[in-house]
């Protein structure tokens, strides 16, 4: 069955950077994009951005630009999303979502349908 | 960027009731519209993909309906499990992705 599992919580201070990874099984990793998604508490879902696991292609929110990157290793399915020069508003809940096209010509729905189970970050001094 | 408006922000509801969550799109986005629900402390999962197919496994007293820029969810009749937070999203232009703010379903 496909999973996706995150790595645990994560303390940080202002200005320090995070890596969070999200291993991915039971299906060909290549063959699907990688979307994370944060959630502040009590607050909505924010797109950051995503990840081609077939090539490495990005594309990030621009509100990140320039402090997020998104990379992938095929050779453990596992995809990573860096975060720098944290600041308090980034505390959240990040989760990586598999991105999913159907084909229906002439085009392609795109929606997520496997999720991490989050992973908390907390920026705190 | 396209927002993604939901009414009503919060909903409160008995079981067996029929309810129905809007989502409106600052600009036409075809069908590309996707539900998913969230409860407390889980992550989002995917009900409704392209504004009314039904994913897999999903009960069918789940449905989705509209395009172009209006777009509803219903919930035919309330199961207890159904209280949660209900998210509509736009997959039209990926850069970016963008979210409704949220429904919150309680119990009446």
């Known amino acids: 069955q496909v999973q996706l599992v995150q790595s645990g919580a994560e303390v940080k201070k202002p200005g320090a950077s995070v890596k969070v990874s999200c291993k991915a099984s039971?299906?060909?990793?290549?063959?699907?994009?990688i979307s994370w998604v944060r959630q502040a508490p009590g607050q909505g879902l924010e797109w950051m951005g995503w990840i081609s696991a077939y090539n490495g292609n990005t594309n990030y929110a621009q509100k990140l630009q320039g402090r997020v990157t998104m990379t992938t290793d095929t050779s453990t399915s596992t995809a990573y999303m860096e975060l720098r020069s944290l600041r308090s508003d980034d505390t959240a809940v990040y989760y990586c979502?598999?991105?999913?096209?159907?084909?229906?010509?002439?085009?392609?729905?795109?929606?997520?349908?496997?999720w991490g189970q989050g992973t908390l970050v907390t920026v705190s001094s | 960027d396209i927002q993604m408006t939901q009414s009503p922000s919060s909903l409160s509801a008995s079981v067996g009731d029929r309810v129905t969550i809007t989502c409106r799109a600052s600009q036409s986005i075809s069908s590309y519209l996707n539900w998913y629900q969230q409860k407390p402390g889980k992550a989002p999962k995917l009900l409704i993909y392209a504004a009314s197919s039904l994913q897999s496994g999903v009960p069918s007293r789940f449905s989705g309906s509209g395009s172009g820029t209006d777009f509803t969810l219903t919930i035919s009749s309330l199961q207890p499990e159904d209280f949660a937070t209900y998210y509509c999203?736009?997959?039209?232009?990926?850069?970016?992705?963008?979210f409704g703010q949220g429904t919150r379903l309680e119990i009446k």
């Open positions: 999203q736009q997959s039209y232009s990926t850069l970016p992705i963008t």
């Open positions: 979502a598999r991105e999913r096209g159907v084909v229906a010509i002439p085009t392609t729905w795109y929606y997520f349908d496997y």
């Open positions: 039971g299906y060909t990793f290549t063959s699907y994009g």
